[in-house]
C-alpha cells in the first residue's frame, strides 16, 4: 500500500513540475463556447518604427506569422496565440460556410489603439478543401468584433500540401478561418494590385558564367544561413509560383514550417555572342531589350501586379506606411553639363581585370568606380578607383572586445584577429599615393559592430593609412540609410544611431572626432511588400536619407563643410515581387515582370534630385550599384534590381537602364526604358 502511495506521489510531483513549466496563457480569455486547444506565446521586440513579427511554430495552430505595425512604440510585447476548439456561445452575425479553424490573437505591450494594422499568414491543407469541395479562392478570414467582419484575404503562396493565405486586420481578437461557396462568384476581397492564383512570368537574362566573386550589395537582410539549393541557370521547367508580397523571413526568428511558400517558375535564357570589343564610350543607339520568357500557367499558381506599386499614403487594404514626412528640395531641372564624363557619377563594378574595368567604365562613360576590394594594380589608365578595407564580421570577436585593444596590440596579435596589420595598411597606402580608402560598409547592418565598438578598428586603419600616405583621403564607415530601415521588417541599427555612438565614443577616447575627408552613405529603399520598388516613393526614400545625414553633419561644426559620398545607391525588387526557392531557404527568386519603365524612373528621379541638390548638399560624388547582377538568380542576398548591363563579360552591350545612365553621365540627350525594355527618349 506505502508502495503504490509513493509511486502516485511521484507521478503527482513529476506532472506538477511539468505543469510548472510549460508556459501557460495569461492574455487570452476565450469566450463561452470555446476552450484553448493549442497555444504559443512570445515577446516581441519592438523597432523603433512600431513593427514587430512572430513566428507560429506549433503545426496545431494554423496561423504561421504574424506582423504587426503600431504607433511609434518601441519596447517588446508579449503575444499570445491560441487555437480554440468548439464554437462560440454567442455568435450575432452567424459565419456563412464551414469554419476550419478559431484561433484567438492577445497581446500586451501594445494595444488596438496603437496597432495600425496586423497582417496574418496562415495556411491550409489542401486535403481539407478537396474532401469539402472548396476552391482556394473561397477561404476568408473573419474577426469577431461586435459581430464577424470579413477580412481583405487573398492566397499567398502553396506546397504540396497546403495553400498559404494572408489577410489584414486593424486588431486583434478571436479569428475564424471560414471557407464558403457562396463567396465563389466574387471572391475574397483582395488588395489592390493582387491577382490570387494566376501564373507569373519572369524576364529572360544572360546567366551568370564564369566571373571573379564580388561581395554582395547593401542588404540589410539578415537572411538564414541554411545553404540554398542551387538553381538552374539555363533552362528550367516553369511551376507553381507565389503572389508578389511573400513576407521577409529574417534570420534571427525561426523560419517557418515548409509549407510556407511554393517553388517558382523559372525561364529559359540564352548566351548571347560576343561583339568586337571597343575602347570608347558607345555611341548614342537604342539599346537591345533582354527579351521576355513566358512560363507555361501552372494551375494554383499566383500571379502578380500588373503595375507599379502606388505611392505611399494611398488607401488600399493592404497595410502601408506613412509618407515620408521630411520636407524634400525641389527637384530643379538640372543645367546643361558638358559632353564628357561627370565626376560626381560613379558605378560600382562587378569585374576586377583592368581590361575589363576599362571596358565597362567606357560603355558608361563614368571614370569613378568602386569594387569593394583594396587591390589597387588594375586600375586602368584614366579610371579613378576608391579602395576598400574590410574587416571580420564575426559576431563573437565584436560580441567579446576583442579588437577594443586593436591599437595597442603587435602585429602579430593583429593578424591573428584576421585584420590587416599596422605595417600591411602603411606599405599599401604608400605603394598608391593620394588613393580614396573606404574604410568598411555598413556596419549597422551588423548588429554586433556598434559604433563605439568600431571607434578603436576605425583609428587603426586610418591611422596606418595616413602614416604609409600622408596625402591619403579617408572615406568613413558607410551608413546603410538613416532613419529608414525597411519595409516591412529589419533588425538593423538605423544609421543616424550608429553614427552618434560612433563619433561619441571616438572623440572620448582619442580626443578628437573622427578623421574623415567624406561621409559615406549607402543608400536602399529595402521594400519586400510594396513590389516592385521603383518610382516616386522609393526615390524619396532615398532622398529623405541623404537629407538626413546632411541636416545631422550641418549640426557638427567639425563636418559642416565634409562632402557626401554615396558609396551606394540602387533597390532589392525590380519584379512584381518575389518568393525563396526552396521554401524558408533563404534563396530569393524573382516572380512576374522586371519592370524597366518604373527602374528607370527611380533612376532619373535620383539622379535630378542629386544634380539639382549635390552644391547645396555637398553631395561630391554616387556611385549606382552595379554594372552586372544576375538579377534573375539573386540567390541569398536578395539582389533583384538594376543592372546596367546584359552580361557580365566584354562585349555585353548596355541595357537601357545602363543607357539612362550613360547619357546623363555625359551630359547627352536624356533618355529612359519603356515597358518593354526598350531605350527611348525621356520626356
Not at 109 to 133: C, H, M, Q, Y
Not at 500 to 513: D, L, N, Q, T
Request: proline share 9%; net charge negative; charged share 15%.
Amino acid at each position: 500500500m506505502s508502495r503504490w502511495f509513493l509511486i502516485a506521489a511521484l507521478a503527482a510531483l513529476t506532472l506538477a513540475v511539468a505543469c510548472s513549466r510549460a508556459p501557460t496563457p495569461r492574455l487570452l480569455m476565450p469566450a463561452n463556447g470555446f476552450e484553448i486547444g493549442a497555444f504559443e506565446s512570445k515577446t516581441l521586440d519592438i523597432s523603433s518604427e512600431g513593427m514587430a513579427q512572430m513566428f507560429i511554430s506549433n503545426a496545431a495552430i494554423a496561423f504561421v506569422h504574424i506582423s504587426f505595425e503600431a504607433r511609434d512604440t518601441a519596447g517588446t510585447a508579449r503575444v499570445e496565440v491560441a487555437r480554440l476548439l468548439g464554437e462560440p456561445a454567442r455568435n450575432p452575425l452567424a459565419l456563412v460556410g464551414d469554419v476550419f479553424q478559431y484561433v484567438e490573437v492577445a497581446a500586451e505591450g501594445f494595444e488596438d489603439a496603437e496597432i495600425r494594422s496586423v497582417t496574418l499568414s496562415f495556411a491550409v491543407p489542401k486535403r481539407w478543401l478537396e474532401a469539402n469541395g472548396y476552391e482556394p479562392d473561397s477561404i476568408t478570414l473573419a474577426r469577431l468584433s461586435d459581430g464577424w467582419t470579413s477580412l481583405s484575404t487573398w492566397v499567398n503562396g502553396q506546397s504540396s500540401s497546403h495553400i498559404r493565405f494572408r489577410a489584414v486586420s486593424p486588431g486583434l481578437s478571436v479569428f475564424a478561418i471560414v471557407a464558403s461557396r457562396t463567396s465563389t462568384a466574387s471572391g475574397p476581397r483582395v488588395p489592390r494590385g493582387f491577382r490570387p492564383l494566376q501564373a507569373a512570368r519572369v524576364p529572360t537574362v544572360t546567366p551568370m558564367r564564369s566571373v571573379p566573386s564580388s561581395p554582395t550589395p547593401a542588404t540589410a537582410l539578415m537572411v538564414p544561413t541554411a545553404s540554398p539549393t542551387a538553381r538552374p541557370s539555363a533552362t528550367a521547367e516553369a511551376t507553381a509560383t507565389i503572389g508578389a508580397t511573400s513576407e521577409w523571413i529574417p534570420a534571427s526568428p525561426p523560419n517557418p514550417t515548409p509549407d510556407s511558400l511554393a517553388p517558382v517558375a523559372t525561364a529559359t535564357v540564352a548566351l548571347k555572342p560576343t561583339p568586337t570589343v571597343t575602347s570608347v564610350p558607345a555611341p548614342e543607339t537604342t539599346a537591345t531589350a533582354i527579351p521576355e520568357a513566358s512560363a507555361t500557367a501552372t494551375p494554383g499558381a499566383t500571379a502578380t501586379p500588373d503595375a507599379a506599386p502606388e505611392p505611399i499614403g494611398t488607401t488600399g487594404p493592404a497595410p502601408s506606411p506613412s509618407p515620408p514626412t521630411a520636407t524634400p528640395d525641389p527637384i530643379a531641372t538640372p543645367t546643361a553639363t558638358p559632353t564628357g564624363p561627370d565626376d560626381r557619377f560613379g558605378v560600382v563594378l562587378h569585374s576586377r581585370s583592368q581590361s575589363d574595368n576599362a571596358y565597362f567604365l567606357d560603355q558608361l562613360g563614368v571614370r569613378w568606380y568602386l569594387d569593394l576590394e583594396s587591390d589597387m594594380s588594375q586600375v586602368p589608365a584614366g579610371a579613378s578607383k576608391v579602395a576598400y578595407l574590410r574587416v571580420p564580421v564575426g559576431a563573437s570577436e565584436w560580441g567579446s572586445e576583442a579588437y577594443d585593444g586593436v591599437n595597442e596590440m603587435s602585429d602579430d596579435e593583429v593578424a591573428a584577429l584576421g585584420v590587416l596589420t599596422a605595417t600591411e595598411l602603411e606599405q599599401m597606402a604608400a605603394a598608391s599615393p593620394g588613393t580614396t580608402w573606404y574604410l568598411f560598409g555598413e556596419p549597422n547592418k551588423y548588429g554586433f559592430i556598434t559604433g563605439a565598438r568600431f571607434a578603436p578598428m576605425f583609428h587603426h586603419l586610418s591611422s596606418h593609412i595616413r602614416a604609409g600616405d600622408p596625402t591619403a583621403k579617408i572615406v568613413s564607415p558607410s551608413l546603410l540609410n538613416w532613419d529608414w530601415t525597411c519595409y516591412q521588417l529589419c533588425y538593423y541599427e538605423p544609421g543616424k544611431n550608429w553614427i552618434a555612438g560612433f563619433i561619441s565614443a571616438y572623440e572620448s577616447r582619442y580626443g578628437a572626432k573622427p578623421d574623415v575627408d567624406a561621409w559615406a552613405m549607402d543608400t536602399y529603399p529595402i521594400d519586400w511588400v510594396r513590389t516592385p520598388n521603383a518610382g516616386v516613393p522609393h526615390a524619396q526614400i532615398v532622398i529623405d536619407q541623404i537629407t538626413g545625414l546632411r541636416d545631422y553633419l550641418a549640426t557638427i561644426p567639425e563636418y559642416a563643410g565634409t562632402p557626401i559620398w554615396i558609396t551606394e545607391i540602387s533597390l532589392h525588387v525590380g519584379y512584381d515581387g518575389w518568393t525563396q526557392d526552396p521554401p524558408g531557404s533563404g534563396n530569393f527568386v524573382p516572380v512576374g515582370d522586371y519592370h524597366w519603365d518604373g527602374l528607370s524612373d527611380y533612376i532619373i528621379r535620383v539622379l535630378d534630385w542629386l544634380e539639382a541638390n549635390s552644391s547645396s548638399k555637398n553631395i561630391e560624388r554616387w556611385f549606382f550599384y552595379k554594372t552586372w547582377r544576375d538579377v534573375a538568380n539573386a540567390s541569398t542576398d536578395g539582389f533583384m534590381g538594376i543592372s546596367f548591363l546584359d552580361g557580365p563579360d566584354v562585349g555585353a552591350t548596355l541595357n537601357c537602364l545602363g543607357e539612362t545612365y550613360r547619357h546623363r553621365a555625359l551630359g547627352l540627350s536624356p533618355v529612359k526604358c519603356d515597358a518593354t525594355g526598350a531605350t527611348v527618349p525621356a520626356d
